[in-house]
Nanobody, 127 residues
């Protein structure tokens, strides 16, 4: 079992920045790809970004490319999401998640491909 705790959300004006953190406990995540997702009210949870277990590769949803950066610190068992130039439509609860398969070669984008989830952190972008 692994527990994930997201933090760093809050209220920010459009165009502003936030840095989310996701701290894992219970077991190491250093050999698992990790992902960030978000869910706005009344909408399905959607993929935002993913990072390979080694940190050597990342993948982003088209809507966030060039503005968001996913990173990880395996020594701290933590991943991050730097979000710049935020837009009001990006108001959502942001979740981190662990890939079902260790040391996977593929960065996955579907909710069902991830096994453990945090409780989420609210990001509110005011226009």
């Amino acid at each position: 079992q692994v527990q994930l705790v997201e933090s760093g959300g809050g209220l920010v004006q459009a165009g502003g920045s936030l840095r989310l953190s996701c701290a894992a406990s219970g077991r190491t995540i250093s050999n698992y790809n990790m992902g960030w997702f978000r869910q706005a009210p009344g909408k399905e949870r959607e993929f935002v970004a993913a990072i390979k277990w080694s940190g050597s590769s990342t993948y982003y949803a088209d809507s966030v490319k060039g503005r968001f950066t996913i990173s990880r610190d395996n020594a701290k068992n933590t991943i991050y999401l730097q979000m710049n130039n935020l837009k009001s439509e990006e108001t959502a609860v942001y979740y981190c998640a662990v890939d079902r398969n260790p040391a996977s070669s593929w960065l996955r984008t579907r909710v069902y491909e991830y096994e453990y989830w945090g409780q989420g952190t609210q990001v509110t972008v005011s226009s």
